[in-house]
């Protein structure tokens, strides 16, 4: 369906940094840290958030209680009287929420819904499962974190292989891929230019620690300096490969958030009111087994079809690429202009904790859009399943 009624408020969205595996934020509750984000924002914003109708929480890693979903996060936000469901969509969970409270607009079953967005994939939960039917009743167990990164149960693959599997049926090779993620950490360093403007813009800092080990982190943690001659010297990680440690995503710790609401209520809680973002169209597709990153094109056409506009009358691409082969496999296919795509950052460079990474890439998209003047923007990424997600947004003034 096209989307006609859903808007975004011009600053009403913002995320965490991002860091690294095991770095700063990999003992901190997931939920917890982005409900104190989130209330710092609201307080920088200065907006109350006894305003939001319902609530989406994206979380694909389970916290401690997190069994209480939407209503503990509404309570631990200041509004104990909105509930909403957990989404989990792997890699895609943050635009598929924002589609769901877009859709609330739509249909006119809220007019100011909140997406929240938290994972961490540091000291992910270790599951037992128990089987009173199995000898000695001996049951299962799983590494949540590293068992879903290494094996998807009905392609039987790990996500890496799902990358050599595009790379060698699209010939996509070793050096062509190298370029591509050095375009994007340069690419990324013009969100650091001007003393961080960009991403001041929309990344609120967070304090972690007590006493004298407190501190603040303000800025992405994990991004690892990126040169040609650097990335040549990485091995494949699979024997005959070409996918390295460089030319892939890396797991990371983090949350994101954004209002979703009504063109009048949007203006109203824009930092900006001259400039308006609607939420146009939205679409997901599938790949076949073992062929992730081949379900990022059908579901951008889909979303530039439910849109109504084509690949030319695109302003800005931002996408969700865990492995360059990604960006690669979508330029050559709908004609983009790969060294153009990303500005300003991509989780290939960023990291991936998740649940929220495609809410932030969204947000530089809206960011990026911003800075042009405005204009048609496109959001494409996959996610587990070789299922992939699209949406198109539109920003003016």
Not at 242 to 253: L, R
């Amino acid at each position: 369906m096209a989307f006609t009624k859903a808007y975004i408020p011009y600053g009403g969205y913002w995320t965490s940094p991002y860091c690294k595996w095991q770095g700063s934020l990999a003992n901190l509750h997931a939920m917890e840290l982005a409900a104190n984000t989130a209330r710092k924002f609201f307080e920088l914003r200065k907006i109350n958030p006894e305003r939001f109708d319902n609530l989406y929480l994206g979380l694909t890693i389970p916290q401690l209680q997190c069994f209480y979903g939407g209503p503990w996060m509404a309570g631990l936000l200041g509004n104990g009287q909105i509930t909403g469901p957990v989404v989990n969509q792997a890699c895609i969970t943050g635009v598929v929420c924002v589609k769901m409270a877009a859709q609330d607009i739509e249909d006119k079953i809220a007019e100011t819904s909140l997406v929240i967005t938290a994972d961490r994939t540091s000291n992910g939960p270790h599951l037992y499962y128990p089987s009173q039917t199995a000898p000695g009743a001996t049951g299962k167990a799983e590494d949540w974190v590293w068992d879903n990164f290494s094996r998807d149960p009905w392609a039987k693959g790990s996500m890496i292989q799902t990358a050599e599997n595009v790379a060698k049926a699209h010939n996509i090779g070793r050096d062509e891929q190298d370029d591509v993620a050095q375009r994007r950490y340069e690419q990324y360093q013009a969100a650091l230019s001007d003393d961080r403007a960009f991403q001041k813009s929309y990344m609120v800092p967070v304090e972690v620690g007590r006493g004298k080990r407190a501190k603040v982190v303000d800025t992405d943690e994990g991004v690892f300096p990126t040169t040609r001659d650097g990335l040549r010297t990485l091995r494949p990680m699979l024997p005959e490969g070409t996918v390295t440690f460089g030319s892939q995503t890396y797991p990371a710790d983090g949350n994101s958030g954004m209002i979703v609401t009504t063109k009048e209520r949007a203006a109203e809680l824009s930092s900006d009111a001259n400039v308006e973002i609607k939420f146009v169209g939205f679409a997901t597709a599938r790949a076949k087994k073992g062929f992730m990153a081949e379900a990022v094109l059908p579901a951008a056409k889909a979303a530039l079809k439910d849109a109504g506009i084509e690949v030319s009358d695109l302003a800005a691409v931002k996408t969700h690429n865990p492995f360059a082969v990604n960006d690669i496999y979508l330029s050559r296919e709908l004609g983009l202009d790969i060294n153009e795509m990303n500005n300003y950052g991509s989780p290939l460079i960023w990291g991936h904790p998740q649940g929220p990474t495609a809410l932030r890439v969204l947000i530089e998209l809206i960011e990026e859009l911003k800075a042009k003047g405005g204009g048609y923007g496109l959001f494409a990424g996959c996610a587990a399943g070789d299922t992939a997600a699209g949406c198109v947004i539109k920003v003016s003034g």
